[in-house]
């Protein structure tokens, strides 16, 4: 059994001191750091913060994002098919795709051999967002990557496409999560 350094977060979480509302001792989070999915967390609630900050202005969330990339890559998508490729619940998506349709960026179009199937496709304004956020995408990753850098980036995820992979990364059922 290989013996494990006890890693801590470069900066600690801080407790208020109940009396005089300073900072106190720092919070011991015991082996969270040390724990891939926890991490894996950490990471994604730090990447999501960026996101959130450069998306703003369009009223865009990560979900939304990923929907309209799907559907512009792959016009004519049945709401099923986006469910099942961004591992959405099909309630979820639904709404998701209400509110896209609402603003003018997304349609459903009936499909002509199920009456009850829709082809998602983007309106031009929706292809028109679309191209404004892919630039700020871009600059999005680089600054998410600078850390690591290029190496670090590519290894990073091709960790993350094992993971998936040997984990799984089934489609939620409607009573999950």
């Avoid at 009936?110 to 309106?123: E, G, N, Q």
């Avoid at 028109?128 to 600059?139: I, Y």
């Avoid at 600054?143 to 939620?172: D, F, M, W």
Wanted: hydrophobic share 40%; glycine share 6%.
């Amino acid at each position: 059994m290989s013996k494990t350094a006890n890693v801590r977060p470069k900066r600690a979480v801080r407790r208020p001191d109940a009396n005089d509302g300073r900072a106190a001792a720092p919070i011991d989070l015991g082996v969270l750091p040390n724990l891939v999915g926890y991490m894996l967390r950490r990471a994604q609630l730090a990447v999501f913060q960026d996101f959130w900050r450069v998306y703003e202005a369009y009223d865009i969330r990560p979900a939304q994002y990923a929907v309209l990339i799907v559907i512009d890559r792959n016009p004519g998508l049945r709401q099923s098919q986006v469910s099942a490729a961004l591992n959405i619940k099909r309630a979820n998506l639904v709404a998701l795709l209400d509110s896209l349709e609402q603003r003018g960026l997304a349609k459903r179009v009936p499909v002509a051999t199920d009456r009850r199937s829709y082809a998602l496709h983007l309106t031009e304004d929706g292809a028109a967002l679309l191209k404004k956020l892919g630039e700020l995408s871009a600059a999005h990753e680089q600054r998410v990557s600078a850390t690591i850098g290029e190496s670090g980036r590519k290894e990073l995820l091709r960790l993350l496409h094992g993971v998936v992979q040997a984990v799984g990364s089934s489609a939620p059922d409607d009573d999950e999560s």
